[in-house]
């Protein structure tokens, strides 16, 4: 399983930006995909997952008030509203195949992409 992240960039504080993560390689419906974030030097953090069935975890409701993860077949989506200076980081993409338990914690998923780079600033 491979996973390829695109849409990442410099953008503006208070815009919105939507990262997407092509899975290729995938045999099961039953799988658990999600995205983190990691700051160098910083661990690697939980921003939102998602299961098979479309079910959906977030680490805090802080979190889920500005990011919102969706997947359409084999792409997962992370749409993130409002950016504020610390969503500065590498966002990276990661799956689970097969998955039991939907879960946030990074050493649950197998499988991670590369990550591509989000930069807030004026």
């Known amino acids: 399983v491979q996973l390829v992240e695109s849409g990442g960039g410099s953008v503006e504080p208070g815009r919105s930006l939507t990262l997407s993560c092509v899975v290729y390689?995938?045999?099961?419906?039953?799988?658990?995909r999600g995205w983190f974030r990691q700051v160098a030097g910083n661990r690697r953090e939980a921003v939102a997952t998602i299961d098979g069935l479309g079910d959906t975890l977030y680490p805090n409701s802080v979190v889920q008030e500005r990011f919102s993860i969706s997947q359409d077949k084999n792409t997962i989506y992370l749409h993130i509203k409002n950016l504020q200076d610390d969503d500065t980081a590498n966002y990276v993409c990661a799956a689970d195949e097969p998955c039991t338990v939907l879960a946030t914690t990074p050493v649950r998923f197998t499988f991670w992409g590369q990550g591509t780079q989000v930069t807030v600033s004026r």
């Open positions: 390689g995938s045999t099961t419906k039953d799988t658990c």
